[in-house]
Each structure stands twice: as structure tokens, then as C-alpha cells.
């Protein structure tokens, strides 16, 4: 069965930086995903990583602030996010998928972490 761990996330001002990594393990997979959900609003995507030919994609909300990487030869995802705004605060979740391509719903993902929180103040 895959599991997946996310960490990282913790309390930071604006304009800062955080580091978040996503462990999987038990599966093989196209695509690994960051989403997020702000306190009450619905999930959405973040940014996805292709592990065939490594390609990204962004949301716009975060494009250009935040990156997401690959560790050389493992399975972990990273997702660096700089110049963080009160309105990145959110329970952040990594994801995988069957896709090979560069899925952006929550729906096409099957397995997913239990979340970190990341909390940016004023």
C-alpha cells in the first residue's frame, strides 16, 4: 500500500520561506502533487512533478514563489515556497497519481498524506 509523509510546514512571517518534503513509498506512481486546503475552503492544486521526464506545473496563485523538485534518486518531492503570504496559510498535502501527466484535480489523485500546516502572519 503507498504511504506518503509530509513535513516541514510550521509558523513563519510574510515574506519568508519554507521547506516541505513528501515521503512516498510502497508503489510506483506518474505524477506527485501539492495541494492545500485554507481554513475553510475546498482543497486546491498547488503544483505537480512528473517523475517521467520530471516536468512542473503551478497553480498562479503560487507561481514563480514557490518551486517544486524532485531529491536526486528518491522518492521525495519537495516544495519550496519563498515570499509567503498570509493567504498561503493552509493544511498542505502531497498526492499521488496514476497520471503521467500533469494532473490538477484532486480527484485524479488516489493516495494522499495526512497534511502539514503551514501558517504565514502578518
Known amino acids: 500500500q503507498v504511504q506518503l509523509e509530509e513535513s516541514g510546514g510550521g509558523l513563519v512571517q510574510a515574506g519568508g520561506s519554507l521547506r516541505l518534503s513528501c515521503a512516498a513509498s510502497?508503489?510506483?506512481?506518474?505524477?506527485m502533487g501539492w495541494f492545500r486546503q485554507p481554513p475553510g475552503k475546498e482543497r486546491e492544486f498547488v503544483a505537480v512533478?512528473?517523475?517521467?521526464?520530471?516536468?512542473?506545473i503551478y497553480a498562479d496563485s503560487v507561481k514563480d514563489r514557490f518551486t517544486i523538485s524532485r531529491d536526486n534518486g528518491k522518492n521525495i518531492v519537495n516544495l519550496q515556497m519563498s515570499s509567503l503570504k498570509p493567504e498561503d496559510t493552509a493544511v498542505y498535502f502531497c498526492?499521488?497519481?496514476?497520471?503521467?501527466?500533469?494532473?490538477?484535480?484532486?480527484?485524479?489523485?488516489?493516495?494522499w498524506g495526512q497534511g502539514t500546516q503551514v501558517t504565514v502572519s502578518s
Open positions: 498526492a499521488v497519481s496514476s497520471y503521467v501527466g500533469y494532473p490538477r484535480s484532486p480527484s485524479q489523485y488516489a493516495y
Open positions: 510502497g508503489g510506483t506512481f506518474g505524477s
Open positions: 512533478f512528473r517523475w517521467s521526464g520530471s516536468g512542473t
